[in-house]
């Protein structure tokens, strides 16, 4: 019904779906379609539409159910589904089977992104269908990028900051491979910069200073460590 003038009740689009028969429905039958055309010149053409589906095995007083939103891409005639809310209350996109609150395909979507925000030339966050993640990054070249200063800690006493060239680490240091200062090539080859080796500063001067807490300063001297 279209209208209705009692306090009780709403205005409401209703649609009734039983099998042959009046038998039960099945789990993927269409309960009702919200379907949209376009006239092309030739003929009306499908452009969006949403479908209200069964989403499980149904009983007595039990009718699982899922809604799907369908577009119709450029140069195209039918319309593909884009996003789905199953019997759970999962989201997803590109992803017919949700698993998480908000589950989304990146090889449904593309080339473009996964989540973004922001505009493609100031971008705050995204993360990309090769699953990189960025930060004040329009393109990270890596599984996490930073643009700017990344802190892992509160801001008086940060365990881990990373900013304006330098790290500063709130307590011990540990590495498991070698440590590059001043070289960002993989593996610390080439020349340039200080790299410490199994506990060996390899470099003939130091040429980055080396601070510990409490403000002692190690430059241009031969430095022990083990």
Do not use: H
């Amino acid at each position: 019904e279209n209208w209705n003038d009692t306090v009780s009740s709403n205005p409401a689009w209703q649609s009734y779906r039983a099998r042959a028969g009046k038998t039960i429905v099945a789990s993927g039958d269409t309960i009702m379609q919200n379907v949209g055309f376009g006239y092309d010149g030739a003929g009306y053409i499908q452009s969006a539409r949403i479908d209200f589906e069964v989403d499980g095995t149904p009983g007595t007083n039990d009718m699982p159910g899922r809604i799907t939103f369908k577009t119709t891409a450029d140069g195209a005639a039918a319309a593909t589904e884009r996003l789905r809310i199953d019997n759970a209350g999962n989201v997803g996109i590109g992803s017919t089977t949700p698993w998480g609150l908000l589950s989304v395909n990146p090889n449904a979507i593309g080339a473009g992104p996964a989540f973004v925000i922001g505009s493609s030339t100031a971008t705050k966050f995204i993360v990309t269908n090769a699953g990189k993640v960025g930060v004040g990054v329009t393109a990270p070249g890596a599984y996490l990028a930073v643009n700017g200063n990344a802190l892992i800690g509160n801001a008086d006493q940060s365990a881990f900051d990373i900013g304006a060239g330098r790290i500063a680490v709130g307590s011990e240091l540990y590495s498991y491979g070698d440590i590059c200062i001043g070289n960002s090539n993989v593996g610390c080859s080439g020349s340039g910069g200080t790299m410490i080796n199994n506990g060996a500063i390899t470099n003939t001067a130091l040429v980055n200073a080396i601070s510990t807490s409490g403000n002692s300063w190690f430059n241009g001297v031969n430095l022990g460590i083990g």
